[in-house]
C-alpha cells in the first residue's frame, strides 16, 4: 500500500514544475519561481528516452497553459457560448502544450547524442564532455527560443507569457535589448539547466571538468546583463528640458459589445474622469480602444467634436482615441490622432461641446494591422462571405503599418507582437502607445497578463510606453521595464473599475548630443536585428540534428551491408 502512494506521490511530483511555472506569471505572480521550476524537467530529458520526455513535458506544459488561460470562459458572461469557449480554451492549452513536448522530444535527443559513446560503426566522439557543454550552454536554450518564435508566429502567432516574461517584470529583462523576450527565456533555460547539473552531480560521479557547467553559465549570464545595460542604457532616452511629454490617461470601464448599451451619459463620465487631470494641463490625452465608439464612428463628426471638447477641458493639444470606423465599403479597427484642438463652443446632444464649422486642423488615422482572428474577422470571411455574420464585431480590414506623427500606436493584442513594434522604432516613432479594450475578458486576470506582455517592448525597443486599457491596466512603462500602473489600495493594478492617471513620460531625443554629455541615441540591438539571429540559428541546429540522424542511419545501413 505504502509502495502505491509513493508511486502516486511521484506522479503528482512530476505536475510540479508546471503549477511552479503557472505561479512566476499572474495571478500568483512570483516572478523569480520561473528560474527553477522547469529544472526537474530538464533533468528527465537528459536522463530519459525521447518519448518519456515528450509526455512529461507536454503534461507539465498542459497545465501551465491550462491555468495560465484560466480567463477564457470570463468571455461566457459577455455573451461567448460556453461549449465554443470551453473547446477553444482546452484546444489552444494543449496547442501551445505541443511547444513544450516538442521541446522535451528534442531535447532528449540532443542529449543521446551527448551520452553516445559510439558503436561498432561510429567511433566514439573525440571531446565528449564538449558536447555537454554545448548542450547545456547551446542547444538547450536555442531549441526553447526557437520554439517559442515558432508560437509566436506559427498560424498568425500566440505571442504570449514567453518564459523570460517575470524576468522582465520583475526589472530583470535588459537582455531583452539584445534579442528580445526571447533571450531572457534563454537566461531562464540557462538558469533550470546549471541547476539540474547540479542534481545530476549530487546524483553520480562526474568528471574534474564539471564545474565547467556552473562557471560558464553563471559568466555567460552576467556578460549578458552587462551588455543589455550597456544597450539600455545608451538607446533609452535622457531629459533634456525639451522631450518630456505629459500625459493623461483615461480608464473608462464601459462594457464591451456583447453587453446592452449603456444608460449613463459618456459626457458626465467623461466629465468627472477629465476632472481629475484637468488641473495638470496634460501634453496628450489618451482614451482606450472603442472610447469613441459611443459616439459613433472614429472619424464622424461627433467624435471630432468629443475631442475638441476634451482638449478644452483638459488643455491638451492632442488626444489619441480608438473606435471603429468604415471606409470605401470596408471596417476598420482604428486609432486617431487629433491635434491643433480648440475652437468655439457647441453642443452634443445635452452635453456643451466644442464644436468648429470647420474641420479640426489635423487629424491623422490609423489602423490596425495585426487583427484578432474569429474576433475581428473570421479565416476565410473575406473569400465567403456568409462566414462575416459569425465576427462579433463585424468583419475588419487590416490596414498598413504607420506611425501617428511621432506616437507609434498598437491596438488590442498588437503590443504582443514584437516584430510590429520594433518596425514602428525603426519609423523613428518618439514613443509608443498602446490602448486596449479588455472588457471582453473582465473580471479575469487577462487584463493584468496583458499587461505584462506590453513591458517586454518597451525594453526591446528602448521606448516609453503609454498603455490605457478600457477596464486596466492603465499606466507607463519606462525603456528600462519600470512599470508605473494606475493601482488600487491593494498595490494591484486597478482593474473593471474607472480611474484617470496623469505621467510624465522622456520621448526619444532627435537631436544626438556631444560625446561630454552622453551617447547619441540610437536603436537597439534586437530593433536593428530582430529575430533573424535566433531564426538563422535555430534552423541551423535543427538542420545539424537532422544531417546527424541520416549520417547514422546511412553509415549503419553500410556497415550491416557489408
Known amino acids: 500500500m505504502i509502495a502505491d502512494f509513493l508511486k502516486k506521490l511521484v506522479k503528482v511530483f512530476w505536475l510540479l514544475p508546471g503549477l511552479l511555472l503557472w505561479a512566476s506569471f499572474p495571478p500568483v505572480a512570483e516572478k523569480t519561481d520561473c528560474v527553477f521550476a522547469l529544472a526537474p524537467l530538464l533533468w528527465l530529458a537528459r536522463n530519459r528516452d525521447a518519448k518519456t520526455s515528450f509526455k512529461k513535458w507536454f503534461v507539465n506544459g498542459f497545465v501551465f497553459w491550462f491555468a495560465t488561460l484560466s480567463w477564457m470562459p470570463a468571455i461566457v458572461k459577455n455573451g461567448g457560448p460556453w461549449p465554443l469557449v470551453v473547446l477553444g480554451w482546452g484546444a489552444l492549452a494543449a496547442y501551445c502544450a505541443l511547444y513544450f513536448g516538442a521541446f522535451g522530444w528534442l531535447s532528449s ?37 526557437g520554439l517559442e518564435l515558432l508560437r509566436s508566429r506559427l498560424f498568425g502567432g500566440f505571442s504570449w507569457n514567453h518564459l523570460g516574461l517575470p524576468l522582465v517584470n520583475a526589472n530583470l529583462g535588459s537582455p531583452a535589448a539584445l534579442g528580445g523576450v526571447y533571450l531572457v527565456s534563454a537566461v531562464v533555460i540557462l538558469v533550470n539547466g546549471t541547476i539540474a547539473g547540479i542534481a545530476e552531480r549530487m546524483m553520480r560521479r562526474t568528471t574534474r571538468w564539471a564545474s565547467l ?132 463652443s457647441g453642443r452634443l446632444g445635452d452635453a456643451p461641446l466644442p464644436i468648429s464649422p470647420s474641420p479640426l486642423p489635423v487629424t491623422r488615422i490609423y489602423d490596425k494591422v495585426h487583427l484578432v482572428p474569429f474576433g475581428e474577422f473570421i479565416p476565410g470571411d473575406k473569400w465567403i462571405t456568409a462566414l462575416q455574420k459569425l465576427a462579433p464585431v463585424g468583419s475588419c480590414t487590416p490596414g498598413k503599418l504607420k506611425l501617428l506623427d511621432r506616437y507609434g500606436v498598437a491596438i488590442c493584442f498588437e503590443d504582443t507582437d514584437s516584430a510590429q513594434m520594433r518596425a514602428l522604432a525603426r519609423m523613428d516613432a518618439q514613443c509608443l502607445v498602446f490602448i ?68 510624465s513620460v522622456l520621448l526619444k531625443n532627435e ?16 530593433t536593428l536585428v530582430g529575430d533573424i539571429p535566433l531564426s538563422v540559428s535555430f534552423a541551423l541546429l535543427i538542420l545539424s540534428m537532422v544531417l546527424v540522424k541520416y549520417r547514422d542511419t546511412y553509415e549503419k545501413r553500410r556497415y550491416l551491408s557489408m
Open 213 to 344: 557547467e556552473t562557471l560558464i553559465p553563471f559568466l555567460l549570464v552576467l556578460g549578458l546583463y552587462a551588455l543589455g545595460e550597456g544597450a539600455v542604457f545608451c538607446s533609452a532616452p535622457f531629459a533634456d528640458g525639451s522631450n518630456e511629454l505629459h500625459v493623461a490617461m483615461v480608464q473608462r470601464n464601459f462594457p464591451c459589445v456583447f453587453k446592452p448599451a449603456e444608460r449613463e451619459d459618456p459626457i458626465a463620465v467623461y466629465s468627472n474622469l477629465l476632472a481629475n487631470v484637468a488641473y495638470t494641463r496634460p501634453d496628450l490625452v489618451v482614451l482606450a480602444e472603442s472610447a469613441l465608439s459611443e459616439f459613433g464612428a472614429a472619424d464622424s463628426p461627433r467624435s471630432l467634436a468629443f475631442a475638441r471638447w476634451v482638449s478644452k477641458l483638459t488643455g491638451a493639444r492632442e488626444v489619441i482615441a480608438g473606435g471603429g470606423r468604415f471606409a470605401d465599403g470596408k471596417e476598420y479597427n482604428s486609432a486617431i490622432l487629433f491635434s491643433g484642438l480648440g475652437g468655439p
Open 436 to 503: 486596449t479594450n479588455d472588457s471582453w475578458f473582465s473580471d479575469s486576470i487577462e487584463a493584468e497578463q496583458h499587461a505584462w506582455q506590453s513591458v517586454a517592448r518597451a525594453v526591446e525597443t528602448g521606448l516609453s510606453v503609454v498603455r490605457v486599457g478600457n477596464s486596466g491596466v492603465t499606466g507607463t512603462i519606462s525603456p528600462r521595464g519600470v512599470a508605473n500602473w494606475l493601482v488600487g489600495a491593494d498595490g494591484r493594478p486597478l482593474v473593471d473599475v474607472r480611474g484617470t492617471m496623469c505621467e
Open 109 to 145: 535527443k540532443v542529449w543521446a547524442w551527448v551520452k553516445d559513446e559510439g558503436t561498432a560503426w561510429r567511433k566514439p566522439p573525440r571531446f565528449p564532455y564538449g558536447r555537454r557543454l554545448f548542450a547545456i550552454l547551446v542547444a538547450e536554450p536555442l531549441l526553447w527560443c
Open 511 to 526: 537631436v544626438p548630443y556631444s560625446p561630454e554629455q552622453r551617447l547619441p541615441p540610437f536603436l537597439t540591438p534586437y
